[in-house]
């Protein structure tokens, strides 16, 4: 982290954010958003697929970043004062430049709204939030507030007039208070979605709070009770489905438990792997220019929308691939060539 903020890097987490991002990069630039494999995208509404585990992983690792970061900072009794400061600013940069890549998307790609909601305003509120925690609060008052967002979100949508995104709690909140600055607006029947819309947020901070107890953890070395946590909330998540099924575009908390569990898993399994083992830490230069990376691929991905030159470039670069890979490969072979422009730039 920058921002005063900077402390000693565990390799592991570098890597594993590093990935994250990377596979965020190749399932948001398809060459073809017609012919895309199954497992790289969403779901279209409850459900997990693989690629709904991305922004989950992202932001449980923006928990265990502020652990890292902070914590020892805090042990050591520094003044809250300046933590303060340096968190808010942090999280305002990142909200600050999620609005502006959206002011872009809107101005070059003639979008109808502009949209206030986003990832990096996700990330930049959910980092405040985390930063608070770490700074204000005990571990054991960080669990409760966990468990209370957890059980007061779900008591919300159990009583909810609906699951289904119209009609949903959710939806009615995006609605009131974002309106046509939604990711979805319906002009004609004034209704509005957004799924990282407000209502649904209570369920991202979870999953960075669940971050934020597993980096304590991690910072400890108590690597064994870190794979003890990811076990009990991937089960704990699996069985809650049954009765609050997983979306992502609610972050609904059997969806917070299921995937902070995995994410919690990859991180004992990363820690063990690079940490201990001392295996090279694949894909660390991402994870060490994560938002530099994700900011910087939007907006070549708007300027060449924008600019009319990614229909063009796919089709004459990419095109002749068809024959031999299928339209669902050739589609890929452009993602994953974008994403190694991307890791070739942030080496």
Known sequence: ?????????????????????????????????????????HSDWHGCTPTDLIFPFFLFIVG????????????????????????????????????????????????????VMGVLQRIGICFVVAGWAVIELRWRGRLLLLLSLLLG???????????????????????????????????A??????????LSTLGALATTLLGLLCGGLLRRGRSVRLLGVGVLAALAGWAWS?????????????????????AALALAAAHWWIDQRGHPAIGRAFGLNAIGAYAGAWMCTVLLE?????????????????PW?????????????FVAVWAAIVH
């Open 325 to 337: 890979l299928g339209p669902q490969g050739q589609s890929l072979a452009f993602a994953v060539a």
């Open 1 to 41: 982290m920058s921002g005063g903020l900077a402390t000693k890097r565990i390799a592991s987490v570098d890597a594993l954010r590093g990935l994250t991002v990377a596979a965020m990069l190749l399932v948001n630039n398809p060459g073809d958003w017609g012919h895309v494999y199954g497992p790289l995208e």
């Open 153 to 187: 979100y779900g008591a919300l949508l159990h009583v909810g007039p609906t699951l289904d995104k119209l009609g949903s709690l959710n939806q009615r909140l995006d609605t009131a208070l974002l309106g046509r600055f939604a990711y979805e607006w319906n002009p």
């Open 189 to 198: 029947s004034g209704v509005a979605f957004d799924p990282e819309g407000l």
């Open 306 to 322: 924008g600019l009319g030159w990614m229909g063009p470039l796919y089709r004459t670069q990419f095109g002749p691939l068809g």
């Open 64 to 115: 265990v970043s502020a652990a890292l970061a902070l914590g020892p900072r805090v042990d050591a009794g520094a003044a809250a004062g300046p933590l303060r400061a340096a968190v808010l600013k942090r999280g305002l940069r990142i909200i600050g430049l999620g609005l502006v890549l959206h002011a872009l998307a809107w101005w070059l790609m003639h979008k109808p709204e502009f949209r």
């Open 242 to 262: 049954a009765w609050l099924p997983w979306n992502k575009q609610l972050w609904t908390p059997s969806f917070v438990l299921w995937t902070g569990g995995l």
